[in-house]
């Protein structure tokens, strides 16, 4: 077993679980646990705390260490680069609070909702060979829906390195064997698959970061564009599974309307649900949200006819 996974598997025997919250909560978290230092696991890899030395036991630090995911943190203190989350009946890798850096590996409640709304499709799809995780960051909705179909092969591909390296890891403490690959959507995903999987970003972020960053239409460029390449590619029986989020303007959801042109014009039915009315409502104090009365996080499914 390679150092992550190590990290991993150290830390699951030491009993850790961590459920990862929003940046908004996690902020109020620390905030009110201002000055003090990290006092357990779920504080070092959950929390993001700095930490003594001594803290971690000598198999949680070796591979952590080894990996080069530590940094000091002040006079006699460190900090894990790295968070910890449990999901799907494991542990995944991502990166630390704050996720400010343009390669950072994103992992939060929409990562959750995903991994609900993929259990609760992906078996009503039956048997599948090739299974991809488009823009896979961790790989945590791969490596979900590659157990809800054994046998299909799995890739998880993205375009940044930093996240595949995380993926890997993640599916090989999970058991998995799956390809990664360095991908703009599916540029470099060979022929053979008949299932896509995809969270793409969904917000206009300022900065462009490649983990946050949809383009225009409210940040819903990038899900439109993926639909659109998914369905050009898929077989006959081919399906994507899509969770987004859909800014609402004046009461009308304009992504559904253009997803579903986009699907009559490519022969695929659409089943699409809002899974939940109001996401990241922060975002409406931003002047490009200004005009948007909420956003919604919407689950679609689109299968070749």
Known sequence: MTQLPALLA??????????????????????????????????????????????????VWAPLEGAGMVEPAGEGLWRSKLRISSAAGTLFLHSAFPTEDADSVFFGPDT???????????????????????????GAGGIAAARLVPGARLT??????????????????????????ES???????????????????????????????????????????????????????????????????????FRVALEGAAEAAGFGLRYAELDPDIFGELLDEPAYRDVERIAAVGAVLVKG
Do not use: C
Request: without cysteine; hydrophobic residues 45%.
């Open 10 to 59: 150290a830390a699951e025997a030491h009993g850790y679980s961590f459920t990862t919250v929003t940046p908004e909560t996690h902020r109020r978290v620390l905030a009110n646990r201002e000055g003090e230092a990290a006092k357990d696991l779920r504080d070092v890899f959950g929390w993001s705390m700095a930490f003594e030395r001594g803290l971690l036991p000598d198999d």
């Open 112 to 138: 959750y909702r995903f991994i609900t709304f993929l259990e609760a499709e992906l078996p009503v799809l039956g048997a599948r060979r090739g299974l991809v995780d488009m823009g896979s960051g961790s």
């Open 156 to 181: 998880l591909a993205d375009i940044n390195p930093a996240a595949l390296r995380l993926a890997r890891a993640n599916a090989e403490f999970a058991g998995l064997t799956a390809e990664t690959l």
């Open 184 to 254: 703009p959507g599916l540029d470099h995903v060979a022929d053979g698959f008949d299932t896509v999987i995809a969270n793409p970003p969904f917000v206009m972020d300022e900065e462009g970061r490649a983990y946050r960053d949809g383009g225009d239409l409210h940040g819903l460029r990038l899900s439109l564009d993926w639909a659109e390449q998914a369905m050009a590619r898929l077989p006959s029986g081919g399906a994507m599974l899509l969770y987004t989020g859909s800014a609402i303007v004046g009461g009308k959801d304009g």
